[in-house]
Protein backbone atom coordinates (compact mmCIF):
# COMPACT_ATOMS: atom_id res chain seq x y z
CA UNK A 1 0.00 0.00 0.00
CA UNK A 2 1.31 3.92 -0.50
CA UNK A 3 -0.71 7.00 0.82
CA UNK A 4 -0.34 10.25 1.21
CA UNK A 5 -2.09 13.35 3.09
CA UNK A 6 -2.64 15.63 0.18
CA UNK A 7 -5.25 17.15 -1.30
CA UNK A 8 -6.95 13.65 -2.02
CA UNK A 9 -10.09 13.49 -4.76
CA UNK A 10 -13.71 11.71 -4.96
CA UNK A 11 -12.62 7.82 -7.02
CA UNK A 12 -16.27 7.72 -7.74
CA UNK A 13 -15.86 11.52 -9.72
CA UNK A 14 -13.42 10.97 -11.67
CA UNK A 15 -14.38 11.21 -15.41
CA UNK A 16 -14.28 8.32 -17.88
CA UNK A 17 -11.49 10.66 -20.36
CA UNK A 18 -8.97 10.11 -17.05
CA UNK A 19 -7.15 6.38 -17.96
CA UNK A 20 -4.38 6.11 -15.28
CA UNK A 21 -7.32 4.24 -13.05
CA UNK A 22 -8.81 2.47 -15.36
CA UNK A 23 -5.10 0.80 -16.78
CA UNK A 24 -3.89 0.95 -12.75
CA UNK A 25 -6.66 -1.88 -12.46
CA UNK A 26 -6.65 -3.50 -15.69
CA UNK A 27 -2.98 -4.34 -15.12
CA UNK A 28 -4.11 -6.25 -11.58
CA UNK A 29 -6.80 -7.71 -13.36
CA UNK A 30 -4.54 -9.34 -15.49
CA UNK A 31 -2.43 -10.90 -12.70
CA UNK A 32 -5.49 -11.60 -11.00
CA UNK A 33 -5.35 -8.36 -8.50
CA UNK A 34 -7.57 -6.15 -7.12
CA UNK A 35 -6.55 -2.23 -6.70
CA UNK A 36 -8.38 -0.39 -4.28
CA UNK A 37 -8.32 3.16 -3.78
CA UNK A 38 -9.18 5.13 -0.74
CA UNK A 39 -9.41 9.01 -0.93
CA UNK A 40 -11.57 12.00 -0.02
CA UNK A 41 -11.36 15.51 -0.98
CA UNK A 42 -8.67 17.04 1.52
CA UNK A 43 -8.25 13.82 3.15
CA UNK A 44 -5.23 12.10 1.24
CA UNK A 45 -4.98 8.94 -0.83
CA UNK A 46 -4.45 5.36 -0.57
CA UNK A 47 -3.98 3.14 -2.81
CA UNK A 48 -3.60 -0.58 -2.08
CA UNK A 49 -2.81 -3.54 -4.56
CA UNK A 50 -4.69 -7.15 -3.39
CA UNK A 51 -2.42 -10.07 -5.31
CA UNK A 52 -3.26 -13.68 -5.09
CA UNK A 53 -0.36 -15.52 -3.24
CA UNK A 54 0.25 -17.54 -6.18
CA UNK A 55 0.69 -14.72 -8.32
CA UNK A 56 3.02 -12.54 -5.75
CA UNK A 57 5.51 -15.80 -5.99
CA UNK A 58 5.32 -15.82 -9.59
CA UNK A 59 8.68 -13.91 -11.40
CA UNK A 60 7.75 -10.35 -12.48
CA UNK A 61 8.63 -9.02 -16.05
CA UNK A 62 8.63 -4.87 -16.12
CA UNK A 63 8.08 -3.36 -19.44
CA UNK A 64 8.73 0.05 -19.67
CA UNK A 65 6.75 2.26 -21.16
Known amino acids: AVGDNGRGFDPEAVGQNAV???????????IGGELRIESAPQDGTRGSLLVPLAMAAAPVRVIAP
Not at 20 to 30: H, I, P, T
Open 20 to 30: GLASMRERAAL
